[in-house]
């Protein structure tokens, strides 16, 4: 199948052009130029099927053109190694536990799709080894490198600002070895941003060495996020035996809007969702749209679910792509809601004590959006995004409590960090790739 850029002045591309490249040339975002319907017999008999079995369901029709079935149900497989569980909250208010992953959190998903589609492309095409580079302020460098690690044909370099990180997000990307490189550079997430930049940019290490990104953008991080809205969906129909009798919402703690659109796929692909939700933090242009249909991007601002803090939702551009730039068609689909820092941890709190349910700051937005919005007749489902151990000083802070770290995170901490120090400037950075 053949990808089209959203800005239209683009040739088509193949997926393994738009999954190398990740943006066009022309800085638009790949879409698929074809979203397949799934057949009726698939959802009357999918709360029968496990996740790994859905997600090649849903894989074959983005990928099956481009990838061998067998390859790509082994890619698929291999990718899910990990459960994500819908857990009742409370009466017909579910959560989507996305962060049963190596670095806990819903990018695991997609990191670990890219990174093999992106091995059996080296591998078909019996390349040279490809070289990542990720800039990272925190949790990308940990989803993309957990995502990588082991991929044979692929090297990363994850450049990050030293001293800026937390230590448990720091351990996560900086204690792996293998094919994982750890860049500590004297600087900011900016300066390391420019410094990838240039990168790609510069023709001796172009020359040198076959570079890649491993952005969010990339068609091979987004659209395996469709595979686990159909098996929230399986999962509700199995708990809910009225399900069929309800209509089913959906809400999703959003910030570049990439796991959103990947929904609106999922409906496209005739998953029975009724609507969406949209949730934001303080940062809510996307919010502001849905009101009043007029698009600001504004810079980001700080707040407790800092992963949502984005001021211009780089897969807006996709979302008005699918529907024509059609804003009533748009607010007919999703419904928006907006909420500040004390009102996400007045959330957090508040379920915690009711429930006994703890929510990260991200999915507490989610949750509240539904408590808020459910009309009669609706079930609602928030995608919990990340583990709140992922947050866990303001966590603490909010409910007043210790708050335990998994085992598999605690793991990373007691791992030894490697890193190579840089200083900001491209001419130190270039020498070393050049050595490599
Ligand atoms: C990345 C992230 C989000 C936002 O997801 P988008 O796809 O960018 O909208 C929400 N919550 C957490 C924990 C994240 O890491």
Known sequence: ?????????????????????????????????????????????????????????????????????????????????????LVPVTDGLYSLELFHGPTLAFKDVGARFMARLLGYFIRREGDTE????VATSGDTGSAVANGFLGVPGIRVYVLYPKGKVSTL????????????????????????????????????????????SANSINVARFLPQAFYYFYA???????????????????????????LTAG????????????????????????????TGVYTPRPSIATIANAMDVGAPSNFARILDLYGDDHDAIARDITGATYTDEQIAETVRQVWQEHHYLLDPHGACGCRALQEGLHEGE???????????????????????????????????????????LPKDFAHFKAYLMEQ
């Open 130 to 133: 490809v070289n990542v580079l």
């Open 169 to 212: 997000q720091e351990r996560q990307f900086t204690t792996l070895g293998d094919n994982i490189t750890a860049l500590e550079v004297d600087g900011t997430f900016d300066d390391c941003q420019a410094l990838v930049k240039e990168a790609f940019l510069d023709a001796d290490l172009n020359a040198h060495m076959k570079l890649t």
């Open 1 to 85: 199948m053949n990808y089209y850029s959203t800005n239209h002045q683009s040739p088509a591309a193949t997926l393994q052009e738009a999954v190398v490249r990740g943006l066009a040339p022309d800085k638009g975002l790949y879409m698929p130029e074809r979203i397949e319907k799934l057949p009726h017999e698939f959802f009357e008999h999918i709360d029968l099927m496990d996740f790994p079995t859905i997600a090649c369901h849903v894989a074959d029709a983005f990928f099956g053109e481009d990838v061998p079935q067998d390859t790509l149900h082994s890619l698929v497989r291999d990718a899910l190694n990990f459960d994500v569980p």
């Open 233 to 259: 969906y399986a999962q509700w129909r199995k708990l809910q035996p009225e399900a069929d009798a309800r209509r089913l919402v959906v809400c999703v703690p959003s910030g570049n809007f990439g796991n």
């Open 379 to 421: 079930d609602g489902i928030f995608l919990e995004t990340a583990h709140p151990a992922k947050f866990r000083e303001t966590v603490q802070r909010i409910i007043g409590q210790p708050v335990s770290v998994p085992d598999r995170l605690r793991a990373f901490l007691e791992r030894e960090k490697q890193t190579v120090e």
């Open 264 to 291: 609106l796929f999922a409906r496209r692909m005739g998953l029975p969702v009724s609507r969406f939700m949209a949730a934001n933090n303080r940062n809510d242009v996307f919010y502001q749209y849905l009101q």
